[in-house]
């Protein structure tokens, strides 16, 4: 059996009918998001959304909540309220659990792990949003 698997910083869902139209052309099995946003309280999810007009199962985990006054994410998109900032995981396949795992705590970094259940198996995959170079240090990616 063949899998695509997709993976996609979506940049704080700035364009979320392009995430879905691309990836709705792209037509993959499984995908991992990251820079999803969703409200403070869970709603207006952007991995629920793209799920949703896809037609996939999701995960979604939170890795911190970002504010209007001190998030360039937020500022780029106009937006006035908090919102949490995380990762995602998107299959057509059934997904029967999730772990989040702690990558760094000073960057504000997780891993999203969830199984999906493939032909009989349990694959695990992952989605991060790792630490990009912009002045960073080699070991701070590497942490």
């Known amino acids: 059996m063949t899998l695509k698997i ?18 709705r052309e792209l037509d993959a099995d499984i995908i991992g998001l990251q820079e999803v946003l969703a409200d403070e309280d869970g709603s207006d999810n952007d991995a629920e959304k793209i ?20 998030s360039y994410v937020l500022s780029q998109l106009g937006v006035k309220k908090n919102k949490w900032w995380g990762n995602a995981l998107l299959s ?5 659990s999730k772990r989040v795992h702690a990558l760094s705590e000073e960057r504000k970094r997780t891993a999203l792990e969830g199984a999906v259940a493939v032909g ?13 170079g912009g002045g960073r240090t080699a070991e701070a990616r590497e942490a």
């Open 6 to 23: 997709a993976s996609w910083n979506i940049f704080g869902g700035r364009d979320v009918p392009g995430v879905i139209e691309c990836l």
């Open 51 to 70: 799920a949703n007009a896809l037609g996939y199962s999701w995960f979604y985990a939170p890795t911190q909540l970002l504010t209007p006054s001190a």
């Open 92 to 96: 057509r396949y059934p997904m029967s």
């Open 120 to 132: 009989g198996t349990s694959l695990h995959v992952f989605s991060t949003h790792l630490v990009h």
